[in-house]
């Protein structure tokens, strides 16, 4: 079964500084799905980014951008330029493709500091 | 914005009764799914639905839980006889896309539920 590591419960970032997220993830598929949720206090999870593993390219949204390692399982996730809107919950997740099952990590709290 | 809705925001419920929980998805999506969030724990599937059928559905989802979109606009989750260990918060998903693409979900603000 497909497992999701995020192995930082909680990080912290100075305002307008950068901060990385972890996320590995262990599969013996090849084709899937990798995504970032963010969920704010009002706890309504929305997408960051997301990824498809077919692509060597990494995905880049405005100040959020990722580290996709296919070969070591590796997805973080980048905030650069952090605000204070950044402040939420961050859950990796991992779809099969051809599956609909998505599998989160257990999260990691930002917060940011003025 | 459409966006996916939920109520109730939050049921208290004596262990054993049977509980509805429901969610309107975005008006132009074709799949629909439950997941729950148990306190401090990650966050699970339970069960996604795709033309009127269950696709998939996980372990946790056994016999208890049931789901059906009676109207063509609400998805519900009913739990029959509730255990302490139901006690969650219930996020109703959807999306306008599943198999073979990048499917992304959106995601209602969740119900909490607490069996007592």
């Known amino acids: 079964a497909q497992t999701v590591t995020q192995s930082q419960p909680e990080m912290s970032v100075q305002e307008a500084e950068t901060v990385t997220l972890s996320c590995t993830y262990d599969?013996?598929?090849?084709?899937?799905?990798l995504f970032w949720y963010k969920q704010p206090p009002s706890r309504q999870m929305i997408l960051v980014i997301r990824?498809?593993?077919?692509?060597?390219q990494n995905a880049t949204e405005n100040r959020f951008s990722v580290n996709f390692q296919k070969a070591a399982k590796s997805f973080s996730l980048k905030i650069s330029d952090s605000q204070l809107g950044d402040a939420a919950m961050y859950f990796c997740?991992?779809?099969?493709?051809?599956?609909?099952?998505?599998?989160f990590g257990a999260g990691t709290r930002l917060t940011v500091k003025p | 914005e459409p966006e996916v809705t939920q109520t109730p925001s939050h049921q208290v419920t004596q262990m054993g009764q049977e509980v509805i929980l429901r969610c309107v998805p975005i008006?132009?999506?074709?799949?629909f799914y439950w997941y729950r969030q148990i306190l401090g724990q990650k966050v699970e599937f339970l069960v996604s639905?795709?033309?009127?059928?269950?696709?998939?559905k996980s372990e946790i989802f056994d016999d208890q839980f049931s789901v059906e979109r009676p109207d063509g606009s609400n998805f519900t989750l009913k739990i029959r006889s509730t255990k302490l260990e139901d006690s969650a918060m219930y996020f109703c998903?959807?999306?306008?896309?599943?198999?073979?693409?990048?499917?992304?979900?959106?995601f209602g603000e969740g119900s909490r539920l607490t069996v007592l």
């Open positions: 998903a959807s999306s306008i896309q599943g198999l073979l693409t990048t499917g992304e979900l959106f």
């Open positions: 599969t013996s598929e090849s084709d899937y799905y």
């Open positions: 990824q498809e593993a077919y692509k060597q």
């Open positions: 997740a991992y779809r099969s493709a051809g599956r609909n099952d998505m599998r």
């Open positions: 008006s132009n999506h074709l799949y």
């Open positions: 639905f795709y033309n009127n059928e269950i696709s998939e």
